[in-house]
């Protein structure tokens, strides 16, 4: 009783943390001499985390949250770094694809801009699953990506298209959804 009350207190004092470090994330922009340290897809990468931990995945899931890359992976060792790390009970795990790759198994897909001529085929693949997309390119979120991450004045923003979202079965915590820019519904 006591080690499950203490691992409940762990996973919500990380829950905490973790926001503040997305809110963190997302504000890093007002110091430019620290944003100029930190490359860009180093904060997005963990920004692409915190989506992680701030969603809330069905059981059918299973114990690992896979984040996928389609086509050109921007992050490089820096989306590496967080294979292994927790969400909520589950562990997450980070897989490469080609552009034609299928898209079987991946919960959260990053769609970089070089792979959104292939979105309309991207998200009719995945139309009803429980996959979180995420992009970072102008105009993705009203074209149908869930969460589209961007960069204004030197500090990570985003938006939520909650309509993409809710057609996988996600939700979004209200902490989340505070930070985004705009939503779309």
């Known amino acids: 009783m006591c080690l499950r009350l203490f691992e409940l207190l762990n996973c919500r004092i990380r829950e905490r943390v ?3 470090l997305l809110a963190l994330g997302v504000a890093f922009g007002s110091s430019h001499s620290a944003a100029q340290t930190v490359p860009e897809y180093s904060l997005k990468a963990a920004v692409l985390y915190n989506f992680a931990l701030f969603v809330e995945w069905p059981e059918s899931v299973g114990e690992q949250i896979t984040v996928c890359v389609i086509g050109a992976d921007p992050f490089g060792a820096e989306l590496d770094a967080l294979g292994g ?8 795990q980070v897989r490469r694809l080609g552009r034609l790759a299928p898209l079987s198994g991946c919960q959260l897909l990053f769609i970089p801009e070089a792979s959104m001529a292939i979105l309309p085929q991207i998200l009719s693949t995945l ?3 429980a996959v979180l997309t995420v992009a970072d390119s102008p105009g ?3 074209a149908g990506v869930g969460i589209n991450m961007g960069l204004q004045n030197a500090r990570v923003v985003f938006e939520i298209n909650l309509s993409a979202v809710r057609r996988g079965g996600l939700m979004i ?3 989340l959804l505070r930070l985004a820019q705009v939503l779309h519904d």
């Open 140 to 142: 993705a979120a009203q």
């Open 85 to 92: 790390e927790p969400v909520g009970s589950r562990r997450l």
């Open 18 to 20: 973790m926001f503040i």
């Open 173 to 175: 915590s209200s902490k």
């Open 127 to 129: 139309d009803g699953t």
